[in-house]
């Protein structure tokens, strides 16, 4: 595919080296979700792979840009999004990665002139602040479910701490900036969580003013 460093493996070359090492290998695609970010719509497609019955699932997640009307990839978002959360799945367990996480088939998607004439940097940064969003929010999940499990509990990991350390008055003073200038509310979990308010001023800097 023209475009693409070389180096950089497809997912089905990936699927086959992990299915020639893990012959019981299951993979599971998770329901996906519509999100709306700077005014474009996205499919937020989820996989999750399991080695052997024994494993821990790994999960690889992408967001799917939905195309203009017309376009030679339109109604192919669903297929394109869980194809690409499968191959970053396989590259987290280490298949075909010498290049980067991202496969060819996944670089390819996201060219120019398959994601049609709008710019495609907004759109990849905006894509990367909600998935800092996400992981933030499954790792509130995940720490909420512990806790509830196990009475008495508390938060003392010194790795939690550090992530869920409020933004500095800097950050937070230009997050309120950004809410101003584009006539938004707010998020009260952006002044209180560092990496929320990194996010969102990553989001909103990709938001038009008025």
């Not at 695609?29 to 019955?53: F, M």
């Not at 409020?166 to 101003?180: H, S, V």
Request: net charge negative.
């Amino acid at each position: 595919m023209s475009g693409i460093p070389a180096g950089y493996v497809t997912v089905n070359e990936r699927l086959k080296a992990a299915l020639e090492r893990f012959p019981d290998l299951r993979v599971v695609e998770h329901p996906y979700l519509v999100q709306e970010i700077a005014g474009t719509t996205y499919l937020w497609c989820s996989v999750s792979v399991y080695p052997t019955p024994e494993h821990q699932p790994t999960t690889g997640s992408v967001l799917e840009p939905i195309r203009p009307d017309r376009h030679p990839l339109k109604h192919s978002e669903l297929m394109t999004g869980y194809t690409s959360g499968l191959g970053r799945a396989l590259g987290y367990l280490g298949f075909g990665i010498e290049a980067g996480i991202a496969t060819s088939d996944e670089i390819h998607a996201r060219q120019p002139a398959q994601l049609g004439e709008r710019a495609v940097r907004p759109a990849q940064k905006a894509a990367q602040a909600a998935e800092r969003m996400g992981a933030v929010q499954r790792d509130r999940e995940n720490t909420e479910a512990l806790l509830e499990a196990f009475e008495g509990a508390s938060i003392v990991e010194p790795a939690l701490t550090t992530r869920r350390k409020g933004p500095t008055e800097k950050m937070a003073g230009f997050y309120r900036k950004l809410c101003a200038e584009r006539g938004l509310d707010e998020d009260p979990a952006a002044l209180e969580d560092f990496d929320v308010c990194k996010a969102e001023i990553d989001r909103l800097k990709e938001v038009p003013r008025p």
